[in-house]
């Protein structure tokens, strides 16, 4: 459950003139032991590295592709990824502890990372070992996994100050880029730090993509009116949400598909919620992410949801998706009757609770 961002291959233009060289460490190797060199995490290994009095190097011309390399033992008992970039890197693999990284600035930071990542480790497992546990009732089992989430954020927001270390180099490109649409990573720090990023970074693809979509976010943030757009029901009839929004003093824009295990478990809430509101003016209007038509008509009828269900089997590209920069379902968006977004993400508990302070 740590967030994937040490296995994700990154390639990126780079503009220092000198060369780069790996000075490495191999603790615990014997001379003759065999090293691979791994230039893009995923591939094949480009080179064999062959251990000597417990070292090992890498060298080349100018790097003008900076990318998350890394060594691996043959037999995998040790390696470690790294920044290749222009400079002096220092990297140690060991057989009994964590790799180390340095050198050059990135990878201070990424060694840095690795460090924070190492001091959570521990205490993520415990979370994890206490969840599983058979004695704990459903109360505390929900009270474990708000605290494995609280340390999570807490985890992220550390790394998001090791991103602000390094805005100027590689290591701050790939924190941000990675870390876009996490919880953690609120819009406006997102925005500051872009601004700071040196110009080549902002003009690159991924930074312009991002600065769309902080743009929607704004667009739909608590307090905007929804953006208005239309979906077609199992009859092909397309519908304008906002008509159907306006019939009600507050609707839930449900987000679900008959194929997000969550989403259906969590569907007989809704259910009841809906019964309990739905005289008083709540409306619901379930937004599918289906793409099997039998399939989505199925589970509305197994799940009895009697609220407007709209879907145009494209998936995660139907337009609202990218409108309100959803990443994951069951999601909802909670308005009043004029459009207004009343609140984000809520879910279980939480979207009770404030589904019936609505109708006090």
Known sequence: MIPGLFVVALVMAACQPNGFKVKGVAEGFNDGDTLYFYDEIGKNP????????GKFSIE??????????????????????????????????????????????????WQKMNEIQAEYAPKFEGLENALYLDDIDDAQRQKIADDYKALEEEMLGRFIDVAEDNIS?????????????????????????????????????A??????????????????????????????????????????????????????????????EVVSLYEKYHDKGLGIVGISLDHEKDKWLDA???????????????????PPIEMFQIRAIPYTVVVDNQGTILEKGLRGTALEVFIEGQFK
């Open 207 to 268: 930074v312009v993509e991002l600065l769309k979509g902080v743009e929607a976010a704004e667009n739909t943030a608590k307090g905007k009116i929804m953006p208005d757009f239309s979906l077609p029901t199992a009859d092909s009839v397309q519908v304008n949400v906002k008509e159907l929004v306006a019939q009600n003093k507050v609707t839930i824009l449900d987000f679900w598909a008959s194929w997000c295990g969550p989403c259906c478990e969590e569907m007989p």
């Open 300 to 318: 509305i009828k197994d799940l009895n949801m009697t609220w407007p269900q709209l879907c145009d089997m494209r998936t995660w590209n139907t």
């Open 60 to 109: 080349g011309g100018s790097v003008d592709s900076v990318r998350l390399c890394s060594v691996v033992a043959s037999d995998n008992s040790a390696g470690a990824m790294f920044f290749k970039e222009n400079g002096s890197i220092d990297v140690t693999i060991s057989k009994t502890k964590m790799p180390k990284v340095g050198g050059t600035k990135a990878n201070k930071g």
């Open 46 to 53: 480009t080179d064999t590295l062959i251990v000597k009095d």
């Open 169 to 205: 180099n590689e290591l701050g490109y790939f924190i941000v880029t990675s870390m876009a649409g996490s919880t953690s990573l609120k819009t406006d720090r997102l925005k500051a730090l872009i601004e700071k990023m040196p110009t080549e970074y902002k003009q690159r693809d």
